[in-house]
């Protein structure tokens, strides 16, 4: 393993700060001079950088700079394995592929600690694509009374103005929208970080630098610990609920964009976490005189009818905002519903949407696979639809729960109806 090979590395870069070397080696070389952040006077938000690299080298990168994330891109439609590491952490980045323009790409990641020097590996030959991003630290004294009432008022967020410190400003010219549906997200972030303003600044220079928007995508952001930001900045043009955002796969008229920090895949978003968002989406919904129950057509010409509290995988090709909060969302509605309910001095005026214990077996299968749900829940019809959200198949429920399709292969996902109310939704896969 000590024969070292220099390849000459096609490379091409924005600035002329970056440094690139590669050999292939089985340790990854400690910088000689440690990053020094404070020497940098006026540092750069946003790096790109393109790498053609050579499956299983390691190239070791001087950044020049510190930098808090990083987006990776792959060449169209490859797969690679790419690990990523630096002093503090290593990040395998699983398979890529090119990714279009969205609002929380799986190859966005927030660095533990500012980092100057990474390494990168990738077990396949490929073009990527590197951005960097840089929210210089600051020393946000959060309020300390961010308790919820629960009383259908705004509850308490962290204005624009002050998580945004020292990052470049919006763009101005805000667009306003009558919002008839709340839109659920997750960032797919870290589960572990606490680091919350850090997290938001990051995802505001993603939207801004590497997307080229206006401001952060989302109206609102809430941290595990159940601290609400608020995101996109209204810029005096309108409340800051009703500005337009970027997160519903460009369909964003009549939504309101709310993220859960972290990832909702395999772990529920913590009790405060739901209080804070229960607490929001009543005030939103009580404010637009609306109720969870109410389904709309989605004005920009989305097919089917969307709930005014909907996840984002409702109504795009994505699985945000993660498998957890879509058992919980039924939950999550019915008990906004109830602090609605408390706050026009109605108590049970309606029966809160009950949550019925479901199975789907096998899953994957073949296109032969029984939904099993409890008997009470009145399933009479159900729907197949595509990770576009267009319904592929609509039928009668069979009474032998067996459920037989000739739909090629490919990720699905079956909705199930009681009196054309949708009760549950659940990705299934066919083989
Ligand atoms: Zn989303």
């Given amino acids: 393993m000590h024969l070292r090979i220099l390849f000459i590395i096609a490379l091409s870069y924005v600035a002329t700060s970056f440094q690139v070397s590669s050999h292939r080696s089985m340790v990854v070389e400690k910088p000689q001079i440690a990053a020094d952040s404070s ?3 006026s540092p750069v938000f946003f790096k790109k950088l393109n790498l053609n690299m050579i499956q299983e080298v390691d190239y070791h990168i001087d950044l020049g700079q510190d930098y808090t994330s990083i987006k990776i891109t792959t060449s169209a439609y490859s797969s690679v394995q790419l690990s990523f590491s630096s002093e503090n952490n290593t990040i395998d980045f699983g398979t890529l592929y090119s990714n279009d ?3 929380m790409p799986p190859s966005f990641r927030v660095f533990s600690s500012p980092t100057r020097y990474i390494t990168l590996q990738s077990n396949t030959s490929t073009a990527i694509e590197l951005e960097f991003f840089y929210a210089p630290p600051v020393q946000l004294q959060l309020p300390a009374n961010l308790k919820n009432k629960s009383n259908c008022t705004k509850p308490p967020t962290i204005p624009q103005s002050e998580w945004r410190e020292g990052l ?12 008839k549906h709340c839109i659920v997200h997750h960032s797919e972030g870290s589960n572990t970080d606490t680091n919350y303003v850090n997290t938001i600044r990051n995802i505001y220079l993603l939207h801004t630098e590497s997307n080229g928007w206006d401001d952060i995508g989302y109206n609102f952001v809430i941290a595990p610990n159940g601290t609400i930001f608020s995101g996109r900045d209204p810029l005096n043009e309108g409340d800051e609920d009703n500005i337009q955002g970027a997160h519903f796969c ?4 009549g939504t309101m964009g709310v993220c859960l920090l972290g990832n909702y895949n395999l772990t529920s978003p913590t009790t405060v976490m739901q209080n804070s968002l229960k607490d929001l989406l009543a005030w939103k919904l009580k404010k637009e005189e609306l109720s969870t129950t109410q389904y709309f ?11 005014t509290i909907s996840m984002h995988r409702n109504g795009c090709p994505t699985e945000c905002p993660g498998d957890s909060v879509a058992l919980l969302l039924n939950t999550i509605a019915s008990e906004t519903q109830e602090i609605m309910d408390q706050c026009n001095g109605v108590v049970s005026v309606r029966k809160p949407i009950p949550k019925y214990k479901q199975m789907i077996y096998p899953n994957p299968s073949n296109g032969r696979f029984y939904v099993m749900i409890e008997a009470e829940a009145n399933i ?3 729907a197949l639809k595509g990770m576009d959200g267009k319904r592929i198949v609509m039928s009668d429920f069979p009474a032998n729960f067996l459920i037989k399709t000739d739909i090629s292969s490919g990720i699905y996902f079956i909705e199930l109806f009681s009196n054309e109310v949708p009760i549950s939704s659940q990705k299934i896969i066919i083989r």
């Avoid at 460009?250 to 008229?253: F, L």
Wanted: proline share 14%.
């Fill in 39 to 41: 020497r940098i006077t």
């Fill in 101 to 103: 323009v969205v609002e």
């Fill in 168 to 179: 470049p400003a919006p763009k101005p010219g805000r667009k306003t929208t009558i919002v």
């Fill in 250 to 253: 460009a369909k964003n008229g």
């Fill in 297 to 307: 057509p989605h004005p920009d010409a989305f097919g089917d009818n969307l709930g």
């Fill in 380 to 382: 009479d019809t159900y």
